[in-house]
């Protein structure tokens, strides 16, 4: 037993074969071989392109919260701000920028990286890097929001309502349960 502080530990196998067998519109499906403790191991995952996200507050200490549709889940579920890592070559800040803007016709005066997290290490390699806005105000001209975005709602909630609602399982959108509770113990230690 080690008194270190816990850590993931970066690992690798040899991946003897890689192919996807599922190519979708969003993101695809890797089926890799993997060469691991003498034996061949095949793992099937969602390759996906990574995502961002955006805590955002208002001057009063309000979280912006966007009400969708999200068919895999089958709700209209309150989340962040929030999008893939689709266009090539944006960084991670300036994609999350992007999406407070597309998303919410807004933008902000600071910004700082809140906490990364893997959706789920079993069966994505998806990684979302959540960033805390604040000093935020709208934008010069609202976007013009297609598909699922088209019905957005925008609401501004304070953070003890949202984490209310997240332990009493009235929001289940992973982004919005990591981000909140993840500020909810900075303001707690007085960070």
Do not use: C, K
């Amino acid at each position: 037993m080690t008194d270190a502080p816990l850590s993931d530990e970066p690992a690798s196998f040899e991946v003897t074969e890689s192919t996807v067998v599922y190519e979708g519109a969003v993101w695809n499906v890797r089926r890799d071989t993997v060469a691991y403790n003498d034996d061949a191991m095949v793992r099937e995952y969602i390759d996906h392109t990574g995502a961002v996200a955006v805590y955002a507050e208002d001057d009063e200490g309000r979280v912006l919260v966007i009400q969708q549709y999200r068919h895999p889940v089958g709700l209209r579920d309150w989340e962040l701000p929030a999008g893939l890592l689709d266009n090539p070559g944006e960084d991670h800040l300036t994609a999350a920028q992007r999406e407070l803007g597309e998303e919410a016709d807004l933008q902000a005066d600071t910004w700082e990286q809140l906490v990364r997290y893997n959706t789920s290490s079993g069966g994505s390699n998806e990684f979302i890097q959540i960033y805390r806005a604040r000093g935020v105000h709208a934008t010069e001209s609202a976007f013009e929001r297609e598909a699922e975005e088209a019905d957005i709602v925008v609401r501004w909630v304070p953070r003890a309502e949202l984490v209310e609602a997240i332990l009493d399982g009235r929001l289940h959108n992973s982004a919005l349960t990591v981000a909140t509770l993840a500020v909810d113990a900075i303001e707690r230690r007085g960070a």
